[in-house]
């Protein structure tokens, strides 16, 4: 985990296929989703997308502050809150849309999706209002609001995370400890609280930027505890999987919300593991036959909002198509459309972004 200027291969592939995880992960009937990480971890896929967002966002903080001045990127990193803030916006107000479009149907969207609909043709000002100051955050949307705060945060944590790591590794600690209690200030209308408390949460995002700025992991792997720190992270991740694996109710008994000490522990582990096992090449000979999967991770924002579409309508219809019940093929079909989907957006998007860039290009020749 070397700083370096160079976007990572292994970063977008990482960041796509999380993203795919996540789609699966939020249709009941999925077939895949019942081996992606939170099958056999106390983490799941919120965890790589936060921490992987903290790294790109140390990336993105110290070429730009390379390539200009740290005023530039806090410039850029305000404008970035005020990108994810309108996506949240825009996320609100497609499941809100989603769900009524599934109604007209006599289709079944989940009950949080549901709840927010109701409310909505009930009080549609004082829903409006409280979607505006994150009171309220329709289903699939909640993940976005912590996300603007990490962005404005951004200015402290990065220049923190190259010159005082010790201090923010303190810092942002003291907060993960206090999250529980800070929680209760976030604005929340009734009924309706925050499903990610960014207090705890930007313990993962936090690490994420000291993974890419500090040589942690090399400085670990030079030392003679490289073999301790790699069989302790193997027997954590193995005692984890049996107790998700064996424990009854084991998903409801660590607290994704406040981010509890379990789930961080079982991901330090895994991230170490697969860490190691980048160092052969794997991850990049197979990003590199994959393709579509690093665009899918370079336009993570829009394929984050498409995707939470996508799960709440394939997740509807198949629940709606089999009554309820378990369905391999149907499951795998569902998988098969949610997948291609998103793909094909995060296509759709890149070749979308080429042309305008030509087009751009051969305005300016042309003016030359």
């Known amino acids: ?59 993105a903080w110290t070429t730009l502050v390379a390539r200009r001045d740290e005023a530039a990127a806090r410039r850029r990193f305000i404008r970035r ?96 400890c206090l999250a529980g209690d800070a929680y209760w200030l976030l604005p929340a209308a009734p009924e309706n609280r925050w499903d990610f408390n960014p207090f705890a949460w930007q313990a993962m995002f936090t690490l994420g930027a000291l993974a890419r700025c500090q040589p942690i992991y090399a400085g670990l792997r030079r030392s003679s505890a490289d073999w301790v720190v790699s069989v302790v992270a193997l027997m954590t991740v193995l005692v984890c999987a049996y107790y998700k694996l064996s424990v009854d ?44 999967i690093s665009t899918a991770g370079r336009k993570g924002l829009l394929c984050f909002v498409a995707g939470t579409v996508i799960s709440l309508s394939v997740d509807s219809v198949l629940y709606w198509w089999t009554d309820g019940w378990l369905d391999v093929p149907l499951g795998l079909v569902a998988d098969a459309v949610a997948i291609a989907s998103l793909l094909f957006v995060a296509r759709c998007a890149d070749l979308l972004k080429r042309w305008l860039g030509a087009a751009g290009a051969r305005r300016t020749v042309g003016t030359a």
């Open 1 to 59: 985990m070397q700083p370096s200027t160079a976007r990572l291969a292994e970063l977008d592939f990482f960041r796509g296929l999380v993203l795919l995880i996540i789609v699966v992960d939020h249709i009941g009937g999925s077939m895949l989703s019942r081996v992606t990480l939170h099958t056999y971890a106390l983490c799941d896929a919120a965890e790589v997308f936060v921490f992987l967002g903290g790294y790109a966002t140390a990336i």
């Open 249 to 292: 109710g084991a998903s409801y008994s660590v607290m994704k919300r406040d981010l509890q000490w379990p789930r961080v522990v079982n991901f330090i582990a895994l991230v170490w593991l697969v860490t190691n096992m980048m160092q052969y090449g794997w991850m990049r000979r197979l990003a590199g036959r994959v393709p579509w």
């Open 81 to 176: 809150a005020w990108e994810i803030y309108r996506a949240f916006l825009v996320t609100a107000g497609l499941m809100l849309l989603s769900s009524a479009i599934l109604r007209a149907f006599s289709i079944d969207a989940p009950n949080m999706a549901l709840s927010d609909l109701d409310r909505l043709i009930e009080s549609p000002a004082v829903v409006v209002r409280d979607i505006l100051l994150f009171r309220r955050q329709p289903y699939l949307a909640s993940v976005l609001p912590m996300y603007v705060f990490f962005a404005l945060a951004v200015p402290v944590i990065i220049p923190l995370a190259c010159s005082r790591p010790w201090l923010l590794a303190a810092c942002s600690f003291t907060l993960w």
